[in-house]
């Protein structure tokens, strides 16, 4: 299984950036999807998640302000991320829990896109 991010880049203070991931391989199918953040020298954290039937989670640092959502039938998690701050600047992971064979659940990363967000 590999997942592929795109969107990363530069924005500025109040701006907006799209991330999205696809996955691909040989699995049975998806389950919770959606993005890390780790910025240098701090731990890895979710920003949001989306389970199958489209529940979604975010911390409060992100709520209101970014949207996770995804495409089952193109196995694609997307990452609106609106109202940029300096501080959301990371490398951004897209993850994802899949079952593949015997239906076990398997985790799985991206390899990251860089996010700056300048003042």
């Known amino acids: 299984v590999e997942l592929v991010e795109s969107g990363g880049g530069l924005a500025q203070s109040g701006g907006s950036l799209r991330l999205s991931c696809a996955a691909s391989g040989n699995f049975f199918r998806i389950n919770t999807m959606g993005w890390y953040r780790q910025a240098p020298g701090k731990e890895r954290e979710m920003v949001g998640e989306v389970g199958r039937g489209g529940n979604t989670d975010y911390p409060d640092s992100v709520k209101g302000r970014f949207t996770v959502s995804r495409d089952n039938d193109k196995n694609l998690v997307h990452l609106q991320m609106n109202n940029l701050r300096p501080e959301d600047t990371a490398v951004y992971y897209c993850?994802?829990?899949?079952?593949?064979?015997?239906?076990?659940?398997?985790?799985?990363w991206g390899q990251g896109t860089r996010v700056t967000v300048t003042s």
């Open positions: 993850h994802a829990d899949v079952e593949e064979v015997y239906r076990y659940e398997y985790e799985h």
